[in-house]
T-cell receptor, first 116, second 112 residues
Framework: AQKITQTQPGMFVQEKEAVTLDCTYD???????LFWYKQPSSGEMIFLIY??????QNATEGRYSLNFQKARKSANLVISASQLGDSAMYFC?????????????FGDGTTLTVKP | DVKVTQSSRYLVKRTGEKVFLECVQD?????MFWYRQDPGLGLRLIYF???????EKGDIPEGYSVSREKKERFSLILESASTNQTSMYLC???????????FGSGTRLTVV
């Protein structure tokens, strides 16, 4: 079974608008972490934001926020005030447990295109 | 300000060659990882290491081996390169139970 599902292969957003990228996950471990990464066309993966399974509040990092709905097992990324430089592929990832040396499982990614 | 360095950005090798992909990090991270990225298949974990001389198989270890003799260096070895190992290889590191990975810029390997 797929542990991380990103159902949107591609998304378009107008510059300066907000956009939500969907991610659902599957785990029976009560301890886990959820991550979002950005991969521009240059190829380097950039860590954006982290949410722990026990965190009470949704994570935020600048224009990025993670909409964490534990009961639904979803961890959507919200990008506010989109910029042309946000055009990239975005990956959701999950790390299960606290003692597994931090290995993560990645979703297939969503390509975001920001229109001027 | 480079933190994870992969030795080559592009590499072309012949079938049957032994190939070494090197990764060095300067953040004193315990954990290091090798992923390969293929269109439509996302990122798949090949091997990872949580300490010097320690290694664990990931999801697709067949045809690969790794070496971690020093904390900062994690090498991926293709014992006998094959065309189906043509891919983008990404190295990453993280502290234990840390937050996100820090990735290198990737090595695009072509096996002909």
């Amino acid at each position: 079974a797929q542990k991380i599902t990103q159902t949107q292969p591609g998304m378009f957003v107008q510059e300066k608008e907000a956009v939500t990228l969907d991610c659902t996950y599957d785990t029976s471990d009560p301890s886990y972490g959820l991550f979002w990464y950005k991969q521009p066309s240059s190829g380097e993966m950039i860590f954006l934001i982290y949410q722990g399974s026990y965190d009470q509040q949704n994570a935020t990092e600048g224009r990025y926020s993670l909409n964490f709905q534990k009961a639904r097992k979803s961890a959507n990324l919200v990008i506010s005030a989109s910029q042309l430089g946000d055009s990239a592929m975005y990956f959701c990832a999950m790390r299960e447990g606290l003692t597994n040396a931090g290995k993560s499982t990645f979703g297939d990614g969503t390509t975001l295109t920001v229109k001027p | 300000d480079v933190k994870v360095t992969q030795s080559s950005r592009y590499l072309v090798k012949r079938t049957g060659e032994k190939v070494f992909l090197e990764c060095v990090q300067d953040m004193d991270h315990e954990n290091m990882f090798w992923y390969r990225q293929d269109p439509g298949l996302g990122l798949r974990l090949i091997y990872f290491s949580y300490d010097v001389k320690m290694k664990e198989k990931g999801d697709i270890p067949e045809g690969y081996s790794v070496s971690r003799e020093k904390k900062e260096r994690f090498s991926l070895i293709l014992e006998s390169a094959s065309t189906n190992q043509t891919s983008m290889y990404l190295c990453a590191s993280s502290p234990p139970r840390g937050t996100g990975y820090t990735f290198g810029s990737g090595t695009r390997l072509t096996v002909v």
